[in-house]
């Protein structure tokens, strides 16, 4: 693991690649949280506008799907980073440390192949859909600007999945 600094504050900072994964998850998460706010208040909006004076705001479904996956895709790296994946540790409860450790740095490693080809896929599909100017019906949003954030969220959670993996084998190789 990086090293841990205490600043004058008496809070810790993790230096080196740990420390910057960590702040570019963060960043992500944080992120992805403005947006469900933006789109929170933009229901809000639309369904206060339809109750009260009869008129939606345009578009407003087609932005909540943007929205929501956009907000899920910039949260799963956090969520993986801070280990909030949910796991079924049915059969592995009363496992050896060193088993538990290798089956842990397995699925890390998993988890970084399948996201390292989405965000590949991502970025085929944004290159094909900018290509094509597929648009959204009501607002005709380029409907590859909902995968910009896409690519880099899933790139992301491959490298921190292959961190973990990393830092799991290498637990497994101390014991």
Same mark, same amino acid.
């Given at each position: 693991?990086?090293?841990? +600094?205490?600043?004058?504050?008496?809070?810790?900072?993790?230096?080196?690649?740990?420390?910057? %994964?960590?702040? +570019?998850?963060?960043? @992500? $998460?944080?992120?992805?949280?403005?947006?469900?706010?933006?789109?929170?208040?933009? =229901?809000?909006?639309?369904?206060?506008?339809?109750? #009260?004076?009869?008129? /939606?705001?345009? !578009?407003?479904?087609?932005?909540?799907?943007?929205? *929501? $996956?956009?907000? &899920? !895709?910039?949260?799963?790296?956090?969520?993986?980073?801070?280990?909030?994946?949910?796991?079924?540790?049915?059969?592995? /409860?009363?496992?050896?440390? *060193?088993?538990?450790? %290798?089956?842990?740095?397995? =699925?890390?490693? @998993? %988890?970084? #192949?399948? *996201? /390292?080809?989405? $965000?590949?896929? @991502?970025?085929?599909? +944004?290159?094909? +859909?900018?290509? *094509?100017?597929?648009? =959204?019906?009501? %607002?005709?949003?380029?409907?590859?600007?909902?995968? &910009?954030?896409?690519?880099? =969220?899933?790139?992301?959670?491959?490298?921190?999945?292959?961190?973990?993996?990393?830092?799991?084998?290498?637990?497994?190789?101390?014991?």
């Amino acid at each position: 693991m990086a090293d841990v +600094l205490v600043s004058d504050t008496g809070r810790t900072t993790k230096e080196g690649l740990e420390g910057t %994964l960590e702040r +570019l998850c963060k960043f @992500l $998460a944080v992120a992805g949280g403005v947006t469900l706010t933006v789109m929170a208040f933009m =229901s809000l909006a639309s369904i206060a506008g339809r109750t #009260l004076f009869d008129k /939606a705001l345009l !578009g407003d479904y087609e932005l909540v799907q943007i929205f *929501s $996956a956009v907000a &899920v !895709g910039m949260t799963l790296p956090y969520c993986h980073w801070v280990g909030g994946h949910v796991i079924v540790d049915f059969f592995t /409860a009363n496992a050896k440390p *060193s088993t538990n450790g %290798l089956l842990d740095g397995i =699925s890390n490693a @998993l %988890l970084s #192949l399948v *996201s /390292a080809i989405m $965000a590949w896929r @991502l970025t085929v599909g +944004l290159i094909d +859909l900018r290509g *094509s100017e597929d648009a =959204s019906m009501l %607002l005709n949003i380029p409907t590859w600007w909902g995968y &910009v954030p896409l690519v880099p =969220s899933f790139a992301l959670l491959a490298v921190t999945g292959l961190f973990q993996a990393v830092q799991n084998f290498k637990k497994v190789g101390a014991a």
